[in-house]
């Protein structure tokens, strides 16, 4: 089983970008926490940040019979960007949308996701958690699709 964990824009910021919010660790930390978690679920684990939304597009359409999920944090573009969503509805790849913060427990405008409607669910507000939360979501359903 094959996943791709796909960051948005400012997330190769983290460890210095409003830790308040955001905690203190980087996104290669992140990675490296999200690595030992794939390990010992045995599944393969890519990942991929661009602060562009036409690139994060791109690897949605590349990831096409090539990863079986994909975890995506969609960071700003989860509030703005009908792009993305129709990219995950086009490739029909299941995915996790996840976000370190509480979306729902902050400004107004972060409480609507044009992006997690495409997706299987949300997780949110977990910190460094969501993603190993989005990983074990997304290979669990994975898992009873049959998809080894
Ligand atoms: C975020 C939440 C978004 O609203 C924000 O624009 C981000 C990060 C999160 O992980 O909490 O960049 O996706």
């Not at 030992?36 to 949605?60: P, R, T």
């Not at 958690?129 to 699709?145: E, M, R, T």
């Amino acid at each position: 089983m094959k996943i791709l964990i796909l960051n948005g824009p400012n997330l190769n910021l983290l460890g210095t970008r409003e830790p308040d919010k955001y905690g203190n660790q980087t996104l290669s930390d992140i990675e490296n926490y999200v690595r030992s978690i794939a390990s010992e679920l045995k599944v393969e684990v890519d990942f991929y940040q661009s602060n562009i939304e036409g690139e994060l597009v791109n690897s949605i359409q590349g990831a096409k019979n090539k990863y079986d999920g994909i975890v995506i944090n969609p960071a700003a573009y989860t509030h703005t960007s009908v792009a993305i969503r129709d990219a995950i509805l086009a490739v029909q790849i299941p995915a996790v949308e996840i976000h370190l913060s509480n979306i729902h427990t902050r400004e107004e405008f972060r409480k609507t996701s044009l992006t997690a409607p495409a997706c299987i669910g949300q997780i949110t507000g977990f910190g460094a958690a969501s993603y190993k939360l989005g990983l074990i979501s997304i290979v669990d359903y994975l898992k009873q699709k049959g998809i080894n």
